[in-house]
């Protein structure tokens, strides 16, 4: 007997990551900015957390055919084959959704781009190298012959051996290695772009996306029963981890109430050595001076006598998460590719994090609670095909997310969502435009155009999406992507 539930109904699923050694080690015994603290965190070659852990990128032998797929039970039954039979640790979206993704990208480059000039393209953390070939390969067949053979596809990779797959990947395709190449550096690093360039390009960070392998039991409840659907059924989903935006080095600022002025945070160890604390100094730092000022967070500094007396009656602390490390990255591009245009893609918002201040982090050592809103009567062993209304990151008991950011010492998480308009702010910030006009309520005069678009709508507009949907209608590519959203920016004629 069939059990069902109303016409709206949430379905939990819970997964696991392998918790990891940590140390107190990645803060020395003089005090560390934030940034530095979260960049050791992450990043250390003994403590960091991605340091213990597998990088392997996966490349599927071939491309998903989702048209032969029932719907979304068969969607992640295949995932789940692929994982298995693979052993590797994650997939990025552009693999799975390839050649699709990477075309939908490719579309929105060649609608938008000036092909009468020769076609530049930078991409900042190629991964295997399958966002590159997807794009060479569609420019080829569908591009002017002359944009493809003038063109020059240029991916900079921090890691060594990801710079090798991204050859041999784009290599299979002879005609795009006279075309491409790989320069194995760090891309916030000014020294390694050389004298600037002056040509239109394009720059394109989309590798920050990153599908990892997680193992999900779900269960279902409402307020009469609890039920688990299928106990033995383990399914595989891809959830959106990002690899560039939100784990680039941020930075705390701190103010003990509403009107005093802002400090900036340090870590420290504390006297025991098995303890960490912040520390708290007038503000010094360049990068953060600058972030402060790009989200005005001194506007207004004028206090009345009321709001004076009752920050002292009702002192209220208040805690700002600042995008340093973006910042830097922005930055450099702008001083070194002046005409670029820009598309990125990231979180746009995390849901019920714990850690107090504005954008402020998610800190997990183990997984997150995956909720499927879906639509329509739910029963149990028979509609697996339900579409979902909305997917949404949350956090349970058993996740071990922390409470604080300085409870992760190489065996946790740090991830934060992009603060979209933030991202707008500092584009137009780098470019010249917000230093010469201080009001930005006219549009006159800026350098960049700039575009925000959920991931769905972005891929409706370039992409193919029905090359990506399931026989019942389900599309993973359009569904399942709720929590991103794409960020367009190209030069006006402002630019010289």
């Known amino acids: 007997m069939f059990t069902r539930s109303p016409t709206t109904k949430k379905l939990s699923f819970f997964f696991h990551l392998h918790k990891s050694h940590f140390s107190t080690d990645i803060v020395g015994d003089k005090p560390v900015l934030v940034r530095d603290f979260i960049h050791s965190a992450l ?19 071939r491309s998903i055919k989702f048209n032969q797929l029932e719907g979304r039970k068969a969607y992640m039954n295949h995932l789940d084959k692929i994982y298995k039979r693979s052993d590797i640790s994650w997939f990025t979206p552009v693999e799975l959704f390839k050649p699709w993704y990477a075309h939908g990208i490719a579309e929105a480059i060649m609608r938008t781009t000036q092909l009468s000039v020769p076609l530049h393209i930078y991409e900042i953390g190629g991964g295997s190298g399958i966002c590159a070939k997807g794009i060479l390969d569609y420019i080829m067949l569908n591009a002017p012959a002359r944009v493809y053979n003038n063109m020059t596809y240029t991916s900079v990779e921090i890691s060594p051996s990801l710079a090798e797959i991204q050859k041999e990947t784009v290599g299979e395709v002879r005609s795009h290695l006279s075309k491409f190449r790989v320069e194995c550096r760090d891309a916030a690093d000014r020294s390694g772009w050389g004298d600037a360039k002056q040509q239109p390009c394009w720059v394109i960070m989309l590798e920050m996306l990153c599908t990892k392998t997680l193992m999900l ?32 080095p941020h930075d705390l600022v701190y103010s003990e109430n509403q009107i005093f002025p802002w400090k900036e945070v340090w870590v420290e160890k504390q006297h025991d050595k098995e303890s960490l604390s912040e520390l708290y100094k007038p503000l010094e730092d360049p990068s953060i001076k600058r972030c402060v000022e790009i989200v005005e967070l001194d506007k207004n500094q004028s206090v009345s006598i009321a709001k004076s007396v009752w920050s002292k009656v009702f002192p209220k602390p208040r805690r700002c998460w600042l995008p340093t ?23 746009s918002f995390l849901p019920d994090v714990s850690i107090p201040g504005e954008r402020a ?63 707008e702010r500092m584009d137009h910030y780098c470019s010249g435009w917000m230093k010469l006009h201080g009001d930005n309520s006219t549009n006159q005069g800026k350098k960049r155009r700039t575009l925000v678009l959920d991931t769905s709508a972005f891929m409706k507009e370039f992409g193919l999406p029905t090359k990506t949907r399931t026989k019942d209608g389900y599309n993973p590519l359009l569904d399942d992507f709720k929590n991103t959203k794409f960020y367009l920016s190209v030069p006006t004629h402002n630019v010289k």
């Open 43 to 61: 990043y250390d070659p003994k403590h960091g957390y991605f340091s213990q852990r597998s990088r392997s990128v996966g490349v599927l032998e």
């Open 325 to 347: 490390g973006c910042l830097k990255l922005l930055e450099v591009l702008h001083e070194v590719l002046p005409r670029m245009s820009l598309i990125a893609s990231d979180f």
């Open 217 to 248: 039991i779900a269960s279902y409840a409402n307020e009469h029963e609890k039920l688990l659907v299928d106990e033995s059924l383990h399914l595989m989903i891809n959830t959106l981890i990002h690899v560039v935006l939100d784990n680039l």
């Open 361 to 423: 982090p998610l800190v997990s050592t183990k997984g997150l609670m995956l909720v499927l809103e879906l639509e329509g009567p739910f029963v149990h062993g028979q509609r697996d095909d339900l579409p979902c209304s909305h997917l949404d990151l949350q956090k349970d008991g058993r996740s071990e997310d922390y409470n604080s950011y300085l409870d992760a010492k190489g065996d946790a998480d740090i991830f934060f969502p992009t603060d979209f308009w933030l991202l």
